[in-house]
Nanobody, 125 residues
Framework: QVQLVESGGGLVQAGDSLRLSCAAS????????MAWFRQAPGKEREFVAALTWNSDSTWYADSVQGRFTISRDNAKNTVSLQMNSLKPEDTAVYYC??????????????????WGQGTQVTVSS
C-alpha cells in the first residue's frame, strides 16, 4: 500500500503562484510514476502533470505547459507541483496519484493505483 497526502492548496488571485506538495508513505519503493490530476466543479477529472519516480521524464497537459512544473524529492518521498501565472480556470481540487505499474500510458486516471484526498485550489479573477 502507498499513502498519499497533499498540501499547499488555497485561495489566490489570478497571476499568483502556488506550490502543492504530495507526501508519499508506505511501499514507496514500488512507485513507478507520480502524477497530479484536477477536477473542477461539474467537470471530469483531468490530467495535469506526471513524472517517473527514478528518471527525469515529465509530462504536462497543454493547458499548464510552461506555467506548472512537477518535481520530486526522492529522499523525502515527495512530489511537488509549482504553479505559476495561475488563471481562474485552474480552480479545482488537485489530486496526487501514484502508479506502481510501468507502462507507456501516463495520462489516464485508470493508470494510477493510489490517490490522495485532494487539496482545493481557488484562483480569483
Amino acid at each position: 500500500q502507498v499513502q498519499l497526502v497533499e498540501s499547499g492548496g488555497g485561495l489566490v488571485q489570478a497571476g499568483d503562484s502556488l506550490r502543492l506538495s504530495c507526501a508519499a508513505s508506505g511501499r514507496t519503493y514500488d512507485i513507478y510514476t507520480m502524477a497530479w490530476f484536477r477536477q473542477a466543479p461539474g467537470k471530469e477529472r483531468e490530467f495535469v502533470a506526471a513524472l517517473t519516480w527514478n528518471s527525469d521524464s515529465t509530462w504536462y497537459a497543454d493547458s499548464v505547459q510552461g506555467r506548472f512544473t512537477i518535481s520530486r524529492d526522492n529522499a523525502k518521498n515527495t512530489v511537488s507541483l509549482q504553479m505559476n501565472s495561475l488563471k481562474p480556470e485552474d480552480t479545482a481540487v488537485y489530486y496526487c496519484a501514484a502508479s506502481i505499474r510501468p507502462g507507456p500510458s501516463i495520462r489516464p486516471g485508470s493508470r494510477y493505483d493510489y490517490w490522495g484526498q485532494g487539496t482545493q485550489v481557488t484562483v480569483s479573477s
